[in-house]
């Protein structure tokens, strides 16, 4: 973000009433703490992402944020490397928002494309914990698989108010999530699914242009 975008945006605050200007005053510093604090650490992280304490980021080297993005409170990023020949990986897209207290675990590969929306309690599963093996003495939660695994988010979607994506399992394009769904199979572009698990509701037509139930 450029010294004259960041100028601009403290000037206008000034003109606010006391709630909005101390909000703008927020946002003014957020922006400020991500390209000076947290963009260095990641391994790209475009203009005019912001990122909005308090989150948790673990290994941020293996994640790359494109422009425009915002991160808000209570976010969970984390890339786990499971396996050192196979490291994890999280590549966000341009002008991605994602809301309060949602999960993102990376243990394979999860991409996120370009202008999608992941509303607040959401969570994205980047790998597993295995649990076949009975005599395990490890605990499930530190069991770790899916190093593999690829997660995609289509572009233009949008995951409803507590959607779970499992993980390996790919959106298409323009995708809606029902809140409090959990999406365990593919789900090609332009289709609305919703429930536990996930099934299709209604889908675009091109032909019609108009969306037709399944």
Known sequence: MSSGSLLHKALRAVTLQPVDFFLSLRKFAAALK??????????AFGKGSVIIDPIMISNPRFMRVGRNCVFRQGLRLQAVVADPDNPPELIIGDNVNIEQNVHIVVIGKVIIEDNVSITAGCAIMGGNHPFFDVHNPVKIGDRLSGTKSVTVIGAGSFLGVGAVVANNIKLGAGVIVGA??????N??????????????????????????PC
């Open 180 to 185: 409090q769904s959990v999406v365990k199979k």
């Open 187 to 212: 789900v090609p572009a332009h289709v609305v699914v919703e429930g536990n698990p996930a099934k299709a509701i209604l889908k675009y037509d091109p032909e019609e242009d108009r969306w037709l």
């Open 34 to 43: 991500s390209q000076i604090y947290y963009a260095p650490q990641f391994a």
